[in-house]
């Protein structure tokens, strides 16, 4: 009786340990783009900073460089730390269909998360149809997007899965030539978390810096 009750008390710890693992590792994903591509033969080097708002809670923060391959095809590079030890990741998005006339822009993000907890090592495959749609204001162009998020990790040999839903805008300031922003709210639909992220651009090119939008 004994030592069924250890192997069940191992189980639940074993369980509860990889809940919160996976809990963990859905914390720092994330779109941060509108349907917008940079010029082709151009980059994005950036920052991010996000705040997770359930659970615990908790801090991210990451770099990126985007480059753009064609005028549908860009990708992105993410490295970061906060909720887990380390996390990186690389991402292809594509829009068949650009911004034109009344037609939004539309379509996917798939990415491909690798992140480190400690021992734990956690693999995340994301896939996020996606649409935006560009508006002019008085405060500076407006990209607002939605996304819906699919992934699938797998953690110390257990697979989990997760939905999220996306909602945020790209905002070129004319004050801020240099430079552009993106402000973004994830919601948790299915074990994933909640957060608040802001990113930072700075376009640049191999012929004249940065600077170059």
């Known amino acids: 009786m004994m030592i069924y009750m250890k192997l069940t008390f191992l189980t639940l710890t074993a369980f509860s340990q990889i809940f919160f693992i996976s809990k963990a590792s859905a914390a720092y994903l994330s779109i941060g783009e509108s349907g917008e591509l940079i010029p082709q033969g151009t980059y994005q080097l950036g920052a991010a900073p996000q705040l997770v708002t359930n659970g615990d809670g908790g801090f991210n923060i990451a770099a990126f460089l985007d ?20 996390y990186v990741s690389g991402s ?9 006339a009344r037609q939004p822009a539309m379509g996917l993000k798939l990415s491909l998360w690798y ?16 649409l935006s749609k560009k508006y ?20 110390s040999g257990d697979s989990d899965s ?14 801020f030539k240099n430079a552009n922003f993106t402000f973004e709210w994830a919601s948790s639909l299915q074990d994933s978390t909640s957060s608040i992220s802001f990113f930072a651009s700075f376009p640049f090119d191999d012929k004249k810096g940065f600077g170059s939008r």
């Not at 064609?70 to 992105?76: F, G, V």
């Not at 945020?168 to 300031?173: A, I």
């Open 115 to 130: 992140a480190r907890e400690g021992s734990t090592h956690i693999n995340t495959l994301q896939a996020a149809p996606m």
């Open 162 to 175: 997760g939905q999220q839903f996306f909602i945020g805008t790209d905002w070129k300031n004319p004050s």
């Open 136 to 155: 002019q204001s008085e405060y500076g162009e407006l990209i607002p997007y939605a996304a819906y998020g699919l992934s699938q990790s797998s953690v």
């Open 92 to 100: 292809a998005k594509f829009i068949p269909f650009p911004d034109f």
């Open 67 to 86: 480059a753009a391959w064609t005028d549908s095809l860009s990708s992105r590079f993410v490295l970061g730390s906060g909720e887990v030890d380390f």
